[in-house]
């Protein structure tokens, strides 16, 4: 469930914070006030497209921050994959820079777009005018009838046996692949080998070689430029070190000339010992000089070797040689043992899909078996919500091979409308039809699937007063097993809130802002009877919102 939700220079928000409680929360307020940028702002969360257009401040950063707590073992499995710790409890925060930069944490560690989306899906089910947020993608669908069905068994069975038989699948198409080209392959492969092996060249070689190499050949300018090194620094009648020296004793010569002063001195002095030790080093280097032709013939080519070898193989450098050379090795081995290994691996498959083909038949039946009851529910519920001409089916129907979740294809299928055909729902294009069937859906499987937060924005759009009551129970119904969020316009639904957030817009010096407040039981009677009959309400509103929150 989502515990809290603070919002920070985000569209005219300038910083606000909300407390949610586990079942059914309400937001209403004034049109225009900004109930949209909150979902707006929860979409930052979910990982949707970050732009600057929305700083309140365009010199500060946006920050939207949520917490969850969440038991969905599905999720506490993503974050440990992602080496995120958590226990029950689960921070996401979003910041926009000013300069169009946007970065993501879950748990404070730094996270891309690509998981931020794969958590928070798992947290937050948002569901907005004309989306259908989910329920017309199959596995969605899948998971909603299954869920119905008491398939468990039968799923994990299936599903253990269909990873290994996919992994075996992608095994055996390598090794054919591979036995095409086997016997060509190991005479080559075998000559490769003996080539590489020949210099038996070591990690880290080239870089010895060269430089090897490169001293070498230029020993003798190397021999010259030490010695000269040597010789002004410390060898010559005027040299570099004998300046310095005079140069500190000139300073001494005039005494104690306050702290600065004998800083500089102090410092041509280390310089003075800097110089020193720099002479003897290029002295001593310049013994260590070899300047071998032969020795340097021999390192030549064996580097140039090297280089043909690489060239050859089209390789950046040794270590890539190298690791081709081990990965020759290993394939020369695994085409040697190639017969064996194809053979005991199609009589594997063979073995598991007969399994599973058992097991997807058994599924199917259950699926079929549940479909007629599902449909029925559905339908009456969406009858109870001022849909009485809806239709409702479940199309399944066997695949051509089998799937992650069977050997079925599904697809939801609806008509709103009497003597209208039903189509998937993909193609269904009205909002407040979709919500309401979303709704109806979700009612059904609640306490059966992990959905996460629901979040309904104005799902009462275009519904009478009499639908929204029910809708309204629905909706409390469902928020016994199923936190939910709720922006809308409905006093209906409104009545029916655990918590219940107003949302206004304030001008302070020229400047727009929006603020939130949770209302007390007071505060839920005005703003139940403002929306029954305006601003400032008659004391009729006022008693029918006193009737409509006592039920």
């Given at each position: 469930m989502?515990?809290?939700?603070?919002?920070k220079?985000?569209?005219?928000?300038?910083?606000?914070?909300m407390?949610?409680t586990?079942?059914?929360?309400?937001?209403?307020?004034?049109?225009?006030?900004?109930?949209?940028?909150?979902t707006?702002?929860?979409?930052?969360?979910?990982?949707?497209?970050a732009?600057?257009?929305?700083?309140?401040?365009?010199?500060?950063?946006?920050?939207?921050?949520?917490e969850?707590?969440?038991h969905?073992?599905?999720?506490?499995?993503?974050?440990?994959?992602?080496?995120?710790?958590?226990d029950?409890s689960?921070?996401?925060?979003?910041?926009?820079?000013?300069?169009g930069?946007?970065?993501?944490?879950?748990?404070?560690?730094?996270?891309?777009l690509?998981?931020?989306?794969?958590?928070?899906s798992?947290?937050?089910?948002m569901?907005?005018?004309?989306?259908?947020?989910?329920?017309?993608?199959?596995?969605?669908?899948?998971?909603?009838?299954?869920?119905?069905?008491s398939?468990?068994?039968i799923?994990?069975a299936?599903?253990?046996?269909?990873?290994?038989?996919?992994?075996?699948?992608?095994?055996?198409?390598?090794?054919?692949?591979?036995?095409?080209?086997?016997?060509?392959?190991?005479?080559?492969?075998?000559?490769?080998?003996?080539?590489?092996?020949?210099f038996?060249?070591?990690?880290?070689?080239q870089?010895?070689?060269?430089?090897?190499?490169?001293?070498?050949?230029?020993?003798?300018?190397i021999v010259?430029?030490?010695?000269?090194?040597s010789?002004q620094?410390?060898?010559?009648?005027?040299?570099?070190i004998?300046?310095?020296?005079?140069?500190?004793n000139?300073?001494?010569?005039?005494?104690?000339?306050?702290?600065?002063i004998n800083?500089?001195?102090?410092?041509?002095m280390?310089?003075?010992?800097?110089?020193?030790d720099?002479?003897?080093?290029a002295?001593?280097?310049e013994?260590?000089?070899?300047?071998?032709?032969?020795?340097?013939?021999e390192?030549q080519?064996?580097?140039?070797?090297?280089?043909r070898l690489?060239?050859?193989?089209?390789?950046?450098?040794l270590?890539e040689?190298?690791?081709?050379?081990?990965?020759?090795?290993?394939?020369?081995?695994?085409?040697k043992s190639y017969?064996?290994?194809?053979?005991a691996?199609?009589?594997?498959?063979t073995?598991?899909?007969?399994?599973?083909?058992?097991?997807?038949?058994?599924?199917?039946?259950?699926?079929?078996?549940?479909?007629p009851?599902?449909?029925?529910?559905?339908?009456?519920l969406?009858?109870?919500?001022?849909m009485?001409?809806a239709?409702f089916?479940?199309?399944?129907?066997?695949?051509?091979?089998?799937?992650?979740n069977?050997?079925?294809?599904?697809?939801?299928?609806?008509?709103?409308?009497p003597?209208k055909?039903?189509?998937?729902?993909?193609?269904?294009?009205?909002?407040?039809e979709?919500?309401?069937?979303a709704?109806s859906?979700?009612s059904?499987?609640?306490?059966?699937?992990?959905?996460g937060?629901?979040?309904?924005?104005?799902?009462?759009?275009?519904?009478?007063?009499?639908v929204?009551?029910k809708?309204?129970k629905?909706?409390?119904q469902l928020?016994?097993?199923?936190?939910?969020i709720?922006?809308t316009?409905?006093?209906?639904?409104?009545?029916q809130a655990?918590?219940?957030?107003f949302?206004?817009?304030v001008?302070?010096?020229?400047r727009?802002?929006?603020?939130?407040?949770?209302?007390?039981?007071?505060?839920?009677?005005?703003?139940?009877?403002k929306?029954?009959?305006?601003?400032?309400?008659?004391?009729?509103?006022?008693?029918?919102?006193?009737?409509?929150?006592?039920?």
């Amino acid at each position: 469930m989502l515990k809290n939700l603070h919002i920070k220079n985000y569209a005219i928000i300038e910083e606000l914070e909300m407390d949610f409680t586990s079942q059914l929360n309400i937001i209403t307020g004034e049109t225009g006030a900004g109930k949209s940028i909150l979902t707006g702002a929860l979409g930052l969360i979910q990982g949707n497209r970050a732009d600057t257009k929305v700083l309140y401040d365009k010199e500060q950063k946006c920050i939207v921050e949520a917490e969850f707590s969440s038991h969905d073992l599905s999720v506490q499995k993503q974050l440990k994959a992602e080496d995120i710790e958590s226990d029950e409890s689960i921070t996401i925060r979003r910041m926009i820079m000013p300069s169009g930069k946007s970065r993501a944490f879950i748990n404070d560690e730094p996270v891309n777009l690509t998981v931020l989306k794969n958590i928070s899906s798992r947290l937050l089910d948002m569901h907005r005018q004309f989306d259908t947020h989910g329920i017309n993608k199959e596995s969605i669908q899948f998971s909603m009838l299954d869920s119905l069905a008491s398939i468990a068994e039968i799923r994990s069975a299936y599903e253990v046996s269909f990873k290994q038989y996919k992994k075996d699948q992608l095994e055996l198409k390598r090794l054919i692949e591979e036995e095409a080209k086997v016997n060509q392959e190991l005479d080559f492969i075998a000559f490769q080998l003996n080539e590489l092996s020949e210099f038996s060249f070591e990690k880290g070689e080239q870089q010895t070689l060269e430089q090897e190499v490169n001293v070498l050949s230029n020993a003798e300018h190397i021999v010259q430029a030490l010695q000269k090194i040597s010789f002004q620094l410390d060898g010559s009648e005027q040299n570099i070190i004998h300046q310095v020296t005079e140069l500190r004793n000139e300073l001494e010569r005039a005494g104690d000339a306050g702290e600065e002063i004998n800083q500089l001195n102090e410092r041509l002095m280390a310089v003075t010992e800097e110089l020193r030790d720099l002479a003897s080093e290029a002295s001593r280097l310049e013994q260590t000089i070899d300047g071998d032709p032969a020795t340097l013939q021999e390192k030549q080519e064996r580097l140039d070797h090297m280089y043909r070898l690489i060239g050859k193989h089209h390789k950046e450098d040794l270590e890539e040689l190298l690791g081709y050379q081990e990965e020759l090795s290993d394939k020369l081995f695994r085409l040697k043992s190639y017969g064996k290994d194809r053979s005991a691996l199609e009589g594997r498959i063979t073995k598991t899909e007969k399994e599973l083909e058992s097991l997807a038949k058994e599924w199917r039946k259950k699926r079929v078996d549940i479909a007629p009851s599902f449909e029925k529910k559905v339908m009456t519920l969406l009858g109870s919500l001022g849909m009485e001409h809806a239709k409702f089916e479940v199309l399944l129907e066997e695949a051509s091979e089998l799937r992650g979740n069977g050997k079925d294809n599904l697809q939801f299928m609806f008509s709103a409308n009497p003597g209208k055909e039903v189509q998937p729902l993909s193609e269904v294009a009205s909002g407040g039809e979709l919500s309401r069937l979303a709704l109806s859906l979700k009612s059904i499987i609640a306490g059966k699937v992990e959905l996460g937060t629901l979040i309904f924005d104005e799902i009462d759009t275009g519904i009478s007063g009499e639908v929204s009551s029910k809708m309204g129970k629905i909706l409390k119904q469902l928020a016994e097993s199923q936190q939910i969020i709720s922006i809308t316009h409905s006093p209906q639904i409104a009545s029916q809130a655990e918590s219940h957030f107003f949302i206004f817009k304030v001008v302070e010096n020229n400047r727009t802002y929006t603020k939130i407040r949770t209302l007390d039981e007071e505060g839920k009677i005005l703003e139940l009877a403002k929306m029954l009959s305006g601003d400032p309400p008659p004391e009729s509103a006022v008693q029918n919102a006193r009737a409509l929150l006592q039920g």
